[in-house]
C-alpha cells in the first residue's frame, strides 16, 4: 500500500509529462494551420482537455461532495480516495497516453521527418538553384566588367574624338581621342557643353557634298564643321552625329565623333590643284605640238623646197644666192627650235645643273653686243650697250652659259619683235642683285598676256601666231635659269611702244681674280693668222669639212686626227699647234681622255671642246678633264671663229 502512495503521484507526473508533450505537438500542427483553423483547433484542445480533467475529477469531487451531504457513506470516497484505488484509471488513463504516444510517434513522426527532410530537400535545391543564379550573375558581371574594359580600350583607341552628350548638350562621357584632336583632357571636358569645341558657334561648312548631310536633318548625321582646340587652333572638322534615346523611345542625347579633316582637305585641294594643273599641262602641249609642228615643217619646207630648186641647172648666180640664204635662213630657224625643245626637256627632267665659273660681265655684254650688232644694223635698228657697273663689281661668279642664254634670248625677241627704233641692253646693281635689261621699241605685249608668255609653249598672243616664228619656249627657258641663278625676271611694256625685260641674278663676287679671255669683238678673217696651227680631232667626215670650210677664209692651217689617240699622236710629233678642237665622242680613244693625256703634257694650250651630246653634262665633264672652253654643235660659223679667235690671239 505504501508504494502506491509514491507510484500514483508519479503516474500523475509522467501523465502530466506525456500530455504535455501531445498538446504540444497537435498545437504545433495547429499553428502551421491557417487562421480560423488554427483557433477552432486549439479551442476545441482546450475544451477536451477540459472535458477530460473535468470528467476524472468530478468522480471524486461528486463522490466526495455526495458522502458530505450523507447520501453515500464518505468510506466510499476514502475507498475511492487511496492512492492503490487512483492508481488503477491513471494508470489505465497513462496507458491510453502511452498508446496515443505509439500512435503519434508511428504516424507523424516519420511523417514529420519526411516532412522535414523534403524541406531541408527544398532548402538544398533552392540553395543550389540560388549559387546557379549567384554564379549566373557573377559570371554576367565578368562579362560586362570585360566588355566594359573592351569598350573602354575601343573608346580610347579611337584616334578621333567621341563625346556623349545629354539633351543640354553637357558632355557626359569623353575619350582619350579628344586629347589629340582638341587638346582637352575627358576630364576636363566632363560636365562643360559641346559648344566649346567649335568655332563660329557650330557653324557647319556646306560643301554641297552629297557625302555630307545637313546638320539639323535626321537622327543620323555627317556634316563638316569648324572646329577649335583647347589652344584657339581652328581647324576643319568632320562630324558623324547620332541621336540617342531611352528604351522607351524618348531623347536622351547625342553622340558625336569628331574628326580633324584638315589633312584631307589640303590633299583633295593638292590634287585638285594638281588636276588643274594637268588639264593646263595637257591643253599647252597640245597647243604646244601643234606649234612646233608648226616650227619645224616651215623651216623643212624652206630647206626641201630651196635645196631641190638650187639644183636647177639654168638657175642664175643671184638666185643661187638667195636660195642659199633661205635655206641658211631656215636651218637656223629649226636649229633654235630643236634647241629650245631639247633644252626644256633638260629643265622638265631636273638635267640642269648650275656650273659656276668667274665672269667679267663687261665682257660677257660685249661680246653678245658685238655678235649681234650686225644683224640688229641689218635690221635698221641702232644696239646701243649701257654697262653701268664699277670695275670692283664686274667680276662675279655665276653660270656663264645660263647667263649668256637668258641674254641671248632676250635680245633675239627683242630683234625679232622689233621693227625700227633701237635696242639697249643694260646692266646695273642693285643691293646684292645684278640687273640686266633688255629695251626695245618694238610691237609692245598686252597687258594680260604679260605674265602668260613666261609659261611653257605660250606665245603674247596665240591667234596671231603665225605672225611671228617661235616656239613660244624662250622666255620660260629663260625664266627657269634666272630663277637658278637665284633671281627673277619681269617685263614692262606698252603695245605698240616696246617693252624692257628686265631679270636680276644674284652678285656674288668673285673671290679669285684671273685673266679674262684675250677676245676680238670681230672675226679674224686677216693674213694675221697666217701662222696659226689649229689641230681638230673629228672622226666625223661632214663635221670635219664644215670645219675646214668654215675656217677657209681665215688661213688658220688645219691639221686632222681621227680619234683621240691620233690627236695625241700629232700632238706629241712636235707640230706647231695653237689650238686643239676636240670632238669628245670619237672612237678608239674619246677626246676625254685624249684631252687628260694632252694636259699632263701641256697646262697651256687651248682645247676647245666640241659635242653634239645634250643631256650628258658634257660641257662639265669636258672642263673638268682640261678643256679650255666649249662648243656645241651644230657649229655656228661666227661663233667658232669668235671662240679660236679669243684663244690665239694674245
Ligand atoms: P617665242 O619663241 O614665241 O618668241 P618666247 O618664249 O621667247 O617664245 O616668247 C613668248 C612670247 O612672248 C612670244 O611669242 C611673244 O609674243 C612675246 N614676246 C617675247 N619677247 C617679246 C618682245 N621683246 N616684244 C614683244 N613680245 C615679245
Not at 546557379?132 to 554576367?140: R, W
Request: with cysteine.
Amino acid at each position: 500500500m505504501e508504494s502506491f502512495q509514491y507510484i500514483t503521484p508519479f503516474i500523475y507526473l509522467l501523465l502530466v509529462v506525456i500530455w504535455s508533450y501531445i498538446l504540444y505537438f497537435y498545437l504545433r500542427k495547429i499553428y502551421k494551420r491557417s487562421g480560423v483553423d488554427k483557433l477552432l483547433l486549439t479551442l476545441l484542445i482546450v475544451l477536451a482537455v477540459d472535458a477530460f480533467r473535468t470528467l476524472f475529477e468530478s468522480v471524486f469531487f461528486g463522490v466526495w461532495y455526495t458522502s458530505l451531504s450523507g447520501l453515500i457513506p464518505i468510506s466510499i470516497y476514502n475507498f475511492l480516495a487511496q492512492p492503490q484505488i487512483v492508481f488503477f484509471p491513471k494508470i489505465i488513463n497513462l496507458l491510453v497516453s502511452f498508446i496515443i504516444l505509439a500512435i503519434l510517434i508511428k504516424r507523424w513522426i516519420p511523417a514529420e521527418t519526411s516532412r522535414q527532410n523534403e524541406q531541408s530537400e527544398m532548402i538544398r535545391h533552392r540553395t543550389k538553384e540560388l549559387q546557379k543564379t549567384i554564379d549566373h550573375l557573377n559570371s554576367t558581371k565578368n562579362d560586362l566588367l570585360e566588355q566594359q574594359q573592351l569598350f573602354e580600350i575601343m573608346l580610347n583607341t579611337i584616334p578621333d574624338g567621341v563625346v556623349i552628350a545629354d539633351t543640354k548638350r553637357k558632355i557626359i562621357l569623353a575619350n582619350n581621342g579628344m586629347k589629340s584632336t582638341f587638346g582637352y583632357l575627358p576630364e576636363e571636358l566632363i560636365g562643360n557643353t559641346t559648344e566649346m569645341l567649335y568655332a563660329d558657334s557650330e557653324k557647319y561648312i556646306d560643301t554641297g557634298s552629297k557625302f555630307y548631310t545637313e546638320k539639323s536633318k535626321g537622327t543620323d548625321n555627317l556634316y563638316l564643321t569648324k572646329y577649335k582646340t583647347k589652344d584657339g587652333l581652328v581647324f576643319p572638322g568632320e562630324t558623324f552625329g547620332k541621336k540617342l534615346h531611352n528604351s522607351d523611345g524618348t531623347w536622351k542625347g547625342n553622340l558625336g565623333i569628331m574628326r580633324n579633316v584638315s589633312e584631307r582637305i589640303e590633299f583633295i585641294k593638292e590634287i585638285n590643284n594638281q588636276r588643274d594643273k594637268a588639264q593646263e599641262a595637257d591643253r599647252l602641249k597640245s597647243a604646244f605640238l601643234s606649234n612646233m609642228s608648226h616650227e619645224i615643217r616651215t623651216p623643212m619646207n624652206g630647206i626641201v623646197g630651196f635645196t631641190s630648186l638650187i639644183q636647177k641647172p639654168d638657175l642664175s648666180d643671184e638666185k643661187r644666192q638667195k636660195y642659199l640664204g633661205l635655206i641658211q635662213k631656215s636651218s637656223v630657224r629649226m636649229l633654235s627650235t630643236v634647241n629650245n625643245i631639247i633644252e626644256i626637256s633638260k629643265i622638265e627632267t631636273g638635267h640642269i645643273e648650275i656650273t659656276s665659273n668667274y665672269v667679267r660681265i663687261s665682257e660677257q655684254l660685249e661680246y653678245l653686243y658685238n655678235f649681234f650688232k650686225p644683224e640688229v644694223e641689218n635690221s635698221n635698228m641702232e644696239l646701243i650697250l649701257k654697262n653701268e657697273l664699277s670695275q670692283d663689281d664686274d667680276f662675279i661668279e655665276t653660270d656663264e652659259l645660263k647667263l649668256n642664254s637668258i641674254l641671248t634670248n632676250l635680245i633675239k625677241n627683242a630683234i625679232k619683235y622689233s621693227h625700227e627704233g633701237f635696242i639697249t641692253i643694260s646692266c646695273r646693281k642693285e643691293k646684292l642683285d645684278l640687273i640686266f635689261s633688255i629695251q626695245d621699241s618694238g610691237i609692245g605685249i598686252e597687258e594680260s598676256r604679260r605674265e602668260a608668255i613666261f609659261d611653257r609653249f605660250v606665245q603674247a598672243d596665240i591667234e596671231d601666231r603665225g605672225a611671228y616664228e617661235g616656239s613660244g619656249l624662250g622666255l620660260s627657258i629663260a625664266k627657269s635659269y634666272v630663277e637658278m641663278l637665284g633671281g627673277k625676271i619681269w617685263v614692262e611694256s606698252e603695245p605698240g611702244k616696246g617693252s624692257t625685260f628686265s631679270f636680276s641674278i644674284e652678285w656674288k663676287q668673285a673671290t679669285r681674280r684671273i685673266d679674262s679671255k684675250k677676245e676680238k669683238s670681230e672675226p679674224v678673217l686677216t693674213d694675221e693668222s697666217n701662222s696659226i696651227n689649229i689641230l681638230v680631232a673629228e672622226d666625223d667626215h661632214v663635221s670635219f669639212l664644215l670645219i675646214e670650210n668654215i675656217l677657209e677664209d681665215t688661213k688658220y692651217k688645219i691639221l686632222r686626227a681621227e680619234n683621240g689617240k691620233q690627236t695625241l699622236e700629232v700632238f706629241m710629233s712636235g707640230a706647231k699647234i695653237d689650238v686643239i678642237l676636240m670632238d669628245l665622242k670619237m672612237p678608239v680613244m674619246d677626246g676625254f681622255e685624249a684631252t687628260k693625256l694632252i694636259r699632263e703634257l701641256d697646262k697651256d694650250i687651248p682645247i676647245i671642246a666640241q659635242s653634239a651630246y645634250a643631256f650628258a653634262g658634257d660641257r662639265k665633264k669636258a672642263m673638268e678633264c682640261g678643256c679650255t672652253d666649249f662648243i656645241a654643235k651644230p657649229l655656228d660659223q661666227k661663233k667658232l671663229i669668235f671662240i679660236i679667235n679669243s684663244y690665239v690671239h694674245a
